[in-house]
Structures are given as C-alpha cells and as structure tokens.
Nanobody, 115 residues
C-alpha cells in the first residue's frame, strides 16, 4: 500500500515562499501522474498543480507563475515550490495521484499566509 507523507508547510507572510515535499512509499511511483491538491476551509479540495510521469506540468490559473511542481523519481518525492504567496493560498495541501484512482490521502500540510 503506497503511503503519502506531506511536509514543509507553515506560517508565512504575504509575498513569502515555501517549499512543500511529498514522499511516497512504493516502487511504482515513477509511472504515476501526481498532483498537489489544496483544501481551503469551506471549499472542496482542488487540484492546484499536476505533473506527468515525464515531467510535464500544468497549474490552476490562480497559482500560475507563482507555484512550480517538480518530482524526483529516484526519491519518490514530489515538490511544490510556492512563491509570492497570498492570503488566499491559505489551505491544507495534499499530494496524490492525478487520476480517478486515488491513493489513500496523507495527513496534509497546513500553509497559512498571514501578516
């Protein structure tokens, strides 16, 4: 059973940066399309960034130009570099497959953007 462990969240001022990591157990990580999702209080979880097995990326409009998703298949880890953070980026961030067949959700990592 693949397990996902997110880390790297915290409290940051508007305009600041954070780098999130998601470590996945399991030997077939490299073939998965992966995504970073976020859940803002009172809203549904949304897919904010996506990366294919070959490294192609896409982003929701609200984070384009500010967030960068990347992966290290040797380490079975997906990253999310978040720059120019805004208060509306405050959410719990999760990683998972970008697929109709999801892995068990990890605990997520809280990102709070506030002055």
């Amino acid at each position: 059973q693949v397990q996902l462990v997110e880390s790297g969240g915290g409290l940051v001022r508007p305009g600041g940066s954070l780098r999130l990591s998601c470590a996945a157990s399991g030997s077939i990580f490299s073939i998965y399309f992966m995504g970073w999702y976020r859940q803002i209080p009172g809203k549904e979880r949304e897919l904010a960034a996506h990366i294919t097995s070959s490294g192609s990326t896409s982003y929701v409009d609200s984070v384009k130009g500010r967030f960068t998703i990347s992966r290290d298949n040797a380490k079975a880890t997906v990253y999310l570099q978040m720059n120019s953070l805004k208060p509306e980026d405050t959410a719990v961030y999760y990683c998972n497959r970008d697929s109709s067949v999801l892995l068990p959700w990890g605990q997520g990592t809280q990102v709070t953007v506030s002055s």
